[in-house]
T-cell receptor, first 113, second 116 residues
């Protein structure tokens, strides 16, 4: 069974631009969570979508947003990019049952210049 | 506040030696506990998880972890380390309540180096 896929794998943007990242979950998984990973802050939860609805949200500014489609694919968008947004963005999918494992994708490496 | 502490940022062990990576958590209830591994340029792979029951949990690649409620700890162990185990290891906690599974809280990670 195919794993979680994320596109693109690498991205270079300049300050002020916006970016959209995509995540395709494992077939049958309806929950998609997004995480930001940086050397300084580690892995931080951004938000989770389940059945096209945002269920949980981390402590990030409103420039970070997301959505989920009816096929469970998810996108996250970052507007007005800042240098500090440079990070590895990881997406994870699960069935969202109690205690479920989250399966992670390889991530999108975003560099903001 | 909910948090996960991995006190060791970097550990170096010799190949064939035993390994223990420490993890302590702060949570309102007994959470679900996970250990993930990340190789350079890769996503996270689950090594093992604890939900309830036997406090010694077996995982993949020969890893095990022991949950100690009194110490709020979930330490990862391996009796004999292989060079391919060099990676970064993350301890994480998740909510034990149904419907709140999307938010894992991670520790800052422990980078493992293996000497030949």
């Amino acid at each position: 069974k195919a794993g979680v896929t994320q596109t693109p794998r690498y991205l270079i943007k300049t300050r002020g631009q916006q970016v959209t990242l995509s995540c395709s979950p494992i077939s049958g998984h309806r929950s998609v969570s997004w995480y930001q990973q940086t050397p300084g802050q580690g892995l931080q939860f951004l938000f989770e979508y389940f059945s096209e609805t945002q269920r949980n949200k981390g402590n990030f500014p409103g420039r970070f947003s997301g959505r989920q489609f009816s096929n469970s694919r998810s996108e996250m968008n970052v507007s007005t990019l800042e240098l500090g947004d440079s990070a590895l963005y990881l997406c994870a999918s699960s069935f969202r049952q109690a205690g479920d494992e989250q399966f992670f994708g390889p991530g999108t490496r975003l560099t903001v210049l | 506040a909910q948090s996960v502490t991995q006190p060791d940022i970097h550990i170096t062990v010799s190949e064939g030696a035993s390994l223990e990576l420490r993890c302590n958590y702060s949570y309102g209830a007994t959470p679900y506990l996970f250990w993930y591994v990340q190789s350079p340029g890769q996503g996270l792979q689950l090594l093992l998880k604890y939900f309830s029951g036997d406090t010694l949990v077996q995982g993949i690649k020969g890893f095990e972890a022991e949950f100690k409620r009194s110490q709020s700890s979930f330490n990862l162990r391996k009796p004999s380390v292989h060079w391919s185990d060099a990676a970064e290891y993350f301890c994480a906690v998740g909510s034990p309540y149904g419907g709140s599974q999307g938010n894992l809280i991670f520790g800052k990670g422990t980078k493992l180096s293996v000497k030949p």
